[in-house]
């Protein structure tokens, strides 16, 4: 409680009990250690035998004046720090945290040493060594302090931000996998502002602050899991932390991160879920001026683009492109806009490839995908209007329905699909037609490969259709009325 005093020839309670134990008048000695360690202010002491009258304690009196005396200190150590010369002020601290910091342990006295090494830019490394080596201290220091003491120790910083990133990605996963969802509310529904308000990433933002060393090693935190998980959320938080800086105008970071200006124009794009002619013009210009030399930064865009609600923008983008070149009796190959979002969609894609291989260099485009995948999706927007067309004819005019009795195969290669395809399913099953909901069923039947996660919204499905079978007599009686509903074709974005 008192430690650090005697460093400064200041008595104690240790002294004081010395003093009583060696002393033949102990009520003389209690009055002499008072007037040495009091309040040295002559009119003080005539003034306090009437607190003695009101029965208000010498101890109350003198720890309302210490209060009093750190606040003010308190307020003149700011004050310092913002008034003067650079090399002034900075002078007066250094010297008031030399003064004071052999009393860093004494409860009543902390704040103030804590205040003094907050506004440093520098604390000298002997202090932050012994504030980083005593728990307790390392715990109260302010954060400004902490960002001096991370930028030399990666694994104690990576310590801090490692359970935030699990919440991070705990957060995200729940939101996704969530059955709670609707239209007007889902995943991609909050604004990429409103996302970056979020706990984790106004923490890793305060933590970070203007270090760009702090800032380089969070980067390669996000780098180092997305390669060992394959976790896409990493590449949002990359994303958003980045943002969020750019949001709170921390130029020392924004100037020297190459994705700055790309991420913003992207995140533009992801506000308004679309890439309008203009911005799509300036992504271009970023990913064409990736000089010779400079390849490796599109290891990081590539980030930035494997991120989900980026990924979302460009899928919408691509199907409303589509559908425009429905109306225009034009061929995906033809046409230079999406081409550019099959590029973008491409490069995320292949992110983890390309930080996994160290091989940057953008990657080619399966033919497939221009030529028979992206005019099978046309040929669904054109069935859904044939198929809208077809419903206001008379019957006897009415064609046969042109939807498939099963999903193609090209929807079914990667699990993630077939996941979001059950979850589609476990919400519109009720609204399909028997057969072709027994036709999915089948289809969707989980192999011994499949994951647990899978499997258990299979069984989820299998749950709800066996709920809603009618009893033996109720099929007897009831004719059945096979509504000529389309199976919903899975956009392979999800």
Known sequence: MFAGLQELGVANGEDLKETLTNCTEPLKAIEQFQTENGVLLPSLQSALPFLDLHGTPRLEFHQSVFDELREKLLERVSAIASEGKVEERYKKLEDLLEKSFSLVKMPSIQPVVMCVMKHLPKVPEKKLKLVMADKDLYKACAVEVKRQIWQDNQALFGDEVSPLLKQYILEKENILFSSDISV???????SPKTRRQ????QKLTQMIGKNVKLYDMVLQFLRTLFLRTRNVHYCTLRAELLMSLHDLDISE???????????????????????????ARELQGFLDGVKKGQEQVLGDLSMILCDPFAINTLALS???NLQELVGQDTLPRESPDLLLLLRMLSLGQGAWDMIDSQVFREPKMEPELITKFLPMLMSFVVEDHTFAVDQKLPSEEKGPIPYPSSIPEAFTKKENVHRHVLRLLLHLHHKMAPTKLESLQKSLEPTKQTSEAVKDLYNQLNEKLELRKPSPAQVAET???ELPLPTVPTPASL
């Not at 991160?257 to 911005?279: G, Q, Y």
């Open 318 to 320: 691509t199907i409303r």
């Open 198 to 201: 979020g706990e984790v990433v």
């Open 184 to 190: 007007l509310h889902n995943f991609f529904s909050p």
């Open 253 to 279: 970071i924004c100037t020297v991160d190459p994705c700055h200006k790309f991420t913003w124009c992207l995140d533009a794009c992801i506000r308004e879920k679309f890439v309008d002619n203009k911005r």
């Open 479 to 481: 004719p059945s009325m």
